[in-house]
């Protein structure tokens, strides 16, 4: 979901090995297969990535919101995990929700209250909810649904 | 091109004595795989007419981890006399400029083939050699027993010994350097890693990549133990838990093979090590070293990304890297228990 580079950075580099293929004049040997074939991989992990993961984005960053919103104490902590929850309102992009929680639990990690842990333990069922998301609409799409 | 790689491979493989002058280059390919090697089969044809075949491995401009190719080849030349099965090492170029693009050493060609841990086929074939003879099975455990009861002290002395807090500092430092953006669940990991030591620590010749894909085999039988550049003293449990990752089995984003590393049952591997060892192991005490080998394939793959985002390389496998992050988050949830 948050991966280094965006879908169009990712998109922009299909294009070089693509061409490198149809300009040469030898047969592909291994390596330029491979690289073809990694391309095709990559189309298809591009094609869920954009029409089934992304649309999910603002789940991610509801239930990121509702963890930072639940800290009780101590004030400091509250004001600052509110502040970042305000943020993740206007957030676009699935980097910039991850850049906001690796900042909460910075703060929480660095506060070590048992509060601090509480919020913590709820940022964690928030980033685990989207991982479990995001590895399920891949593999759906790559290797298929799991049979009944 | 392939011709002055063919000329330069055998010019070395004559100043080293391993071929008589008047030897010929006949064909070069280069195979898939190898991220940071890349890797050539040479055929070569003597003076006398005899034709063999030679492994090169080369440190392209972009490699994607800094581990010194020196130090590989030093590793096999030390392993040679022992049981663990290698390929005996020919000859090295250490000058950066060559048509290779890098620094390359040339070895012998040995019969086998990897194993490709997504293929549907190799699983099968893994299997099927589980449920029968078990000749790779028993080889794994016994070439990585082997390994680890090695004398580490006759192996070269520029092999860095890490500790476990080491080790995750390596890698830390590698993510914090490479990173393209900020992971929550990986900054979580290594946090988690330096909470969760191990209570003990086992010390021996840490091989650093051990897995059915870095081995060949031929005939139902491992014939070698390649990719070495990872190599170094520290806990030896790092590789058990790498082994059992089902990364390690074929997992990309879902479990594919039931079988550890797709060729045993992680049990019985894991029995069998102990006893060989003379020291059991406990599938609870790798939890650790599962997301410390995790950690390490992190790093790795954002390291690919980075190199393709900063023009290291052309490699466009190291922007497809970028898949194998989902998988690992995965686990580490898992390992984690969140």
Same mark, same amino acid.
């Given at each position: 979901m948050w991966n280094p580079l965006s879908p169009s950075e990712v998109i922009a580099a299909m294009g070089s090995p693509v061409r490198d293929a149809a300009r040469g004049e030898e047969p592909l040997d291994d390596w330029q297969s491979g690289q073809l074939l990694s391309v095709y991989s990559a189309t298809r992990h591009l094609a869920a990535e954009v029409?089934?993961?992304?649309?999910?984005l603002g789940e991610l960053t509801g239930e990121l919101a509702a963890a930072l919103r639940s800290a009780a104490e101590p004030p400091e902590l509250v004001a600052s995990l509110s502040q970042l929850a305000e943020q993740l309102r206007d957030v676009g992009d699935s980097r910039q929700a991850a850049e906001i929680a690796c900042q909460a639990l910075d703060l929480v990690r660095a506060d070590g209250s048992a509060a601090a842990e509480q919020v913590r333990a709820k940022i964690h069922v928030a980033l685990a909810h989207a991982v479990e998301l995001e590895v399920r609409l891949l593999a759906d799409a790559i290797e298929g649904p799991v049979e009944p | 091109m392939s011709e002055v790689k063919l000329e330069e491979v055998v010019r070395v493989l004559e100043r080293s004595g391993e071929l008589a002058p008047g030897a010929r280059g006949e064909e070069l390919e280069q195979i898939q795989g190898g991220w940071s090697r890349h890797t050539y089969i040479a055929r070569i044809s003597a003076a006398d007419g005899s034709e063999s075949r030679h492994v090169v491995r080369v440190r392209p401009p972009?490699?994607?981890?800094? %581990?010194e190719l020196e130090l590989e080849y030093q590793v096999y030349e030390a392993l040679d006399?022992?049981? !663990?099965?290698t390929p005996r090492v020919q000859a090295i170029e250490l000058? *950066? &400029? %060559?048509p290779f693009g890098g620094q390359f050493f040339v070895m012998e060609f040995l019969p086998g083939s990897p194993s490709n841990i997504y293929s549907r086929a190799d699983q099968q074939r893994l299997a099927e050699d589980w449920a029968g003879e078990r000749g790779v099975a028993n080889d794994m455990v016994e070439t990585l027993a082997a390994i680890h009861k090695l004398?580490?002290?006759?192996?070269?002395?520029?092999?860095q010994r890490l500790s476990y807090l080491d080790v995750v500092a390596k890698w830390k430092a590698v993510y914090d350097e490479r990173r393209l953006v900020r992971d929550p669940i990986f900054e979580e990991g290594f946090d988690w890693l330096l909470e969760n030591p191990p209570e003990d620590q086992r010390e021996g010749l840490v091989?650093?990549?051990?897995?059915?894909?870095n081995t060949l085999v031929a005939d139902g039988r491992l014939t070698a133990v390649l990719d070495? &550049?990872? !190599?170094? !003293?520290?806990? !030896?449990r790092f590789d058990l838990g790498y082994l059992v990752l089902e990364r390690s089995a074929g997992k990309h984003l879902r479990r594919r093979a039931e079988l550890m590393g797709t060729f045993a049952d992680e049990a019985w591997f894991l029995e069998r090590y102990g006893s060989l060892t003379g020291t059991p192991i406990e599938a609870e005490s790798l939890r650790p070293f599962q997301l410390l080998s995790i950690m390490m394939l992190v790093a790795t793959q954002v390291t690919a990304v980075w190199m393709h985002a900063n023009g290291k *390389?052309?490699?466009?496998r190291m922007v497809w890297?970028?898949?194998?992050?989902p998988g690992l988050r995965d686990d580490m949830v898992r390992l984690m228990k969140w």
């Open positions: 029409g089934a993961v992304e649309p999910h | 972009g490699a994607l981890l800094d %581990t006399p022992t049981s !663990v099965p000058a *950066t &400029e %060559t004398d580490f002290a006759a192996m070269p002395a520029s092999i091989h650093g990549d051990y897995r059915i894909g070495w &550049e990872l !190599v170094y !003293v520290g806990d !030896v *390389t052309d490699d466009f890297a970028r898949y194998s992050l």
